[in-house]
């Protein structure tokens, strides 16, 4: 297998973007990557998104943003695992360049779910949940995420208050982020007297609906070199499944699926937890970030409610985790966040992070996934 | 890259399963596959799969199938490219197991579209095109096919007759495959009598609504040799785009994404099309196979129905095209089509193919495209 680089990124800013069709963010973020990556040529593309079917009655997107982006005939090719596809469709990209089938790979994510209204983007985000043992029972995502925030706290003794510091800490790093949807900042007795959506978690617990998209380009990292562009290889990557159902687990707020994920990203990299400068984790509600630090092993099983009021994890911490703002501040479309990850590590690692850059980073992993944790993709990146 | 062969193959019969589940189809299918392959082991998954969404409420299956084929945490990822969708499963299980970052792959391809009515299985079909410029205005896929046809009958002097030819073969075909959905026979006269859909396409001109799976097991070759199985390799994978929409083609009737495909794949596998002994293509409508068959270079363009009249592509012909019963016949559920493909040949270069055998076939080639050919990918198999 080859050594591979990541030499262009490119990210728009997220929001409700009415004015915008899904084609026209797809080709708008790609080619901010193009550009940044200086070079014309793409021999093939993958596109992480959820449901571009009931969110945009649009599927085939492979072939429609390869013909809209003008680089029909390559090969293009849609990937999807809930939350975690954006993450998979960078780990496909990375094998098909890795393998030497292909050297320079466009990986895109997008969602467009604003278009439809608030019952129809919580149906379509509950299809990524167990149909017909979770959602055919009305069970939503905040639903299932409270049922593992009420086990943490009364396992682990996580408090309520520790949960609201998870979105003071991330919406003060996303107030730093140009490009985020929610870039302002919450304090814990704002959280504490947000709407309640599902006891306990509130609104300022969850991620928010949004549109977007991010993209990278790939390449062997002996042509990044040739290149003289700034080299961050993607050194190690790792994916698991878990039970898609939250009722079939020994242990609801522990995210296995992660832990295996980042285990084997960080043994491809020959790397330890401890090696990275900072991670980018799936914040789809406060309670995940928690179960996410433990699973990755920056702290010990049922520390993580700790470790976020201890500081351990904000910007200037020793586990700087989400200085782009996360899920939270910087929004969620479904498909795109996966890639957005790498987008932030990558310029966290080029030290191009302008206010939110980490000092002297240069290891960082992202962490992304899809439902409970059904599915998860850890990437280990490293500057040269 | 290492060379990749396939050691098992599963296939269910295909029809309308009301009293299946989506999850049952897969793991009955997928179980067949692994009790061929021999070996319990798997690495990795991929699911090939149009609409899980809009056909049956549920994304995430890469999830929900590892789950409950027992294989949890193994990675599984679904890959989506309308109708492509099985054959791109295929080829990234080709890619991982090339690359070396898996010895052992399951490729499913499934879908489940009878549980929804015909507008709604119409709508969902209809994401596959271009949902602004095409599905808008009320374009459904009959159309779009329907058109073509007229341009290759004003083009080229195909006739109504020779479309019907198309049915005629593969129905003759069907008629040997137990797993068939409609394993019945048609005359010329009963598809130009048969209820019109799309002047000039006929119901039997279509190919149904279909449930159904298929599987595959892929392992490096010398892996298969050692286990003593009998040896099919994937000599060649290649896969191109075109525009989604059919507005914007030069050319309304020529296959230009299947064209590159099938060049690349040969390329690859180092034969030219001549050498191959049988062929399973993508005939959702007679006007496809006639359009294929042209473009993967059986025949020069614009001879493609005469071909059919002439029985070139009939069972016992210079070219056996679809011996499985093709779409036609057998049944389309759309993302196990290109999985469902590689069965069939691979069965044929075993020389286990029963009534349907093409005999002495040592290399076949698949032909799985998405839309109206917006995607499409082919595959060259080799028996050793």
Same mark, same amino acid.
């Given at each position: 297998m080859r050594d591979v680089a990541v030499i262009g990124v490119g990210m728009t800013k997220w929001g409700e973007l009415w004015e915008k069709s899904l084609r026209t963010i797809f080709v708008e973020t790609a080619l901010l990557a193009v550009e940044d990556a200086g070079i014309d040529k793409i021999d093939s593309m993958y596109v992480g998104c959820m449901s571009s079917g009931l969110? !945009?009655?649009?599927?085939h997107i492979g072939s429609l943003f390869a013909d809209y982006l003008g680089r029909k005939p390559v090969p293009a090719t849609r990937v999807e695992s809930a939350c975690c596809s954006g993450g998979l469709a960078l780990r496909q990209g990375f094998i098909e360049v890795a393998s030497g089938m292909s050297d320079v790979v466009l990986v895109g994510g997008i969602e467009k779910m604003t278009d439809v209204g608030g019952n129809e983007a919580t149906y379509a985000l509950g299809t990524a949940a167990d149909q017909e043992y979770e959602g055919f029972h009305g069970l939503t995502f905040p639903a299932l995420y409270a049922m593992m925030a009420v086990d943490h706290m009364h396992r682990h003794g996580t408090t309520r208050e520790q949960l609201a510091m998870v979105a003071v800490k991330n919406h003060e790093n996303g107030s730093r982020n140009p490009l985020a949807q929610f870039p302002f900042k919450v304090t814990v007795d704002m959280v504490l007297k947000s709407? /309640?959506?599902a006891d306990p978690l509130r609104i300022l617990d969850c991620s928010p609906i949004t549109d977007g998209a991010a993209a990278v380009i790939l390449c062997p990292a002996d042509m990044a070199r040739k290149l003289k562009k700034p080299v961050v290889r993607i050194a190690g990557s790792g994916q698991a499944t878990d039970t898609i !159902?939250? =009722? =079939?687990? *020994?242990? /609801? =707020?522990?995210?296995e699926s992660t832990h295996l994920a980042a285990k084997a990203a960080l043994a491809q990299a020959k790397?330890?937890?401890?090696?990275?400068d900072l991670f980018e984790v799936?914040?789809?509600?406060?309670i995940a970030e928690i179960m996410i630090i433990e699973a990755l092993g /920056?702290? *010990? *099983?049922?520390q993580g409610g700790k470790a976020v009021e201890d500081g351990l994890t904000a910007a200037g911490g020793k586990f700087p985790v989400n200085a782009s703002g996360g899920l939270k501040a910087k929004g969620h479309p479904v498909g795109a966040t996966g890639v957005a990850q790498a987008v932030e590590v990558v310029e966290q690692l080029r030290g191009h992070a302008g206010e939110r850059q980490v000092k002297g980073a240069k290891r960082g992993l992202t962490q992304n996934m899809g439902g409970t944790g059904g599915s998860a993709v850890v990437h280990v990146f490293e500057a040269e």
């Open positions: 969110f !945009a009655g649009q599927e709407v /309640l959506v !159902a939250l =009722s =079939s687990r *020994k242990d /609801l =707020s522990w995210m790397r330890k937890i401890g090696d990275m799936h914040d789809c509600f406060t /920056l702290v *010990k *099983k049922g």
